[in-house]
């Protein structure tokens, strides 16, 4: 990545700009759920997406713990399953759309993503 933004990282102001034109800019999905606890990312979207993740993640064995003890079809538990996973892929999208948006607002993020490896640029020709 070095080599195609001229040996260097792209500094704030031209991740902006890069940001600005719609050219694709990603964030590590793993990278992002890392930092979802750290400090400088506010306790309100920390709190909600734990908050999402953990009703998915427990949501499943609760329904099969249900469809145990009372009398519903079991295709609820394997639809409660893809609806679950179908949540977390999309809470983590929007996890790194937030983490990119904080990143815009404020250069201490910005060089924290790039510093760590979070950032995934893409060269303007591509």
Same mark, same amino acid.
Do not use: Q
């Given at each position: 990545?070095?080599?195609?933004?001229?040996?260097?990282?792209? #500094?704030?102001? #031209?991740?902006?700009?890069?940001?600005?034109?719609?050219?694709?800019?990603?964030?590590?999905?793993?990278?992002?759920?890392?930092?979802?606890?750290?400090?400088?990312?506010?306790?309100?979207?920390?709190?909600?997406?734990?908050?999402?993740?953990?009703?998915?993640?427990?949501?499943? *064995?609760?329904?099969?713990?249900?469809?145990?003890?009372?009398?519903?079809?079991?295709?609820?538990?394997?639809?409660?399953? =893809?609806?679950?996973?179908?949540?977390?892929?999309?809470?983590?999208?929007?996890?790194?759309?937030?983490?990119?948006?904080?990143?815009?607002?404020?250069?201490?993020?910005?060089?924290? =993503?790039?510093?760590?490896?979070?950032?995934?640029?893409? *060269?303007?020709? #591509?």
């Amino acid at each position: 990545m070095k080599v195609l933004w001229g040996g260097g990282f792209p #500094e704030w102001d #031209e991740y902006k700009l890069h940001k600005d034109k719609g050219f694709p800019i990603g964030i590590d999905k793993t990278f992002a759920l890392k930092l979802l606890n750290t400090s400088f990312i506010p306790r309100k979207i920390s709190f909600s997406f734990n908050g999402i993740l953990g009703l998915c993640f427990f949501s499943s *064995p609760i329904v099969a713990l249900l469809w145990f003890f009372s009398e519903f079809s079991a295709w609820w538990i394997l639809g409660v399953f =893809l609806l679950s996973i179908t949540i977390i892929k999309l809470t983590r999208e929007t996890l790194t759309v937030t983490l990119s948006n904080l990143a815009y607002k404020d250069e201490n993020v910005y060089k924290i =993503l790039v510093a760590n490896g979070g950032m995934e640029f893409f *060269p303007i020709g #591509e």
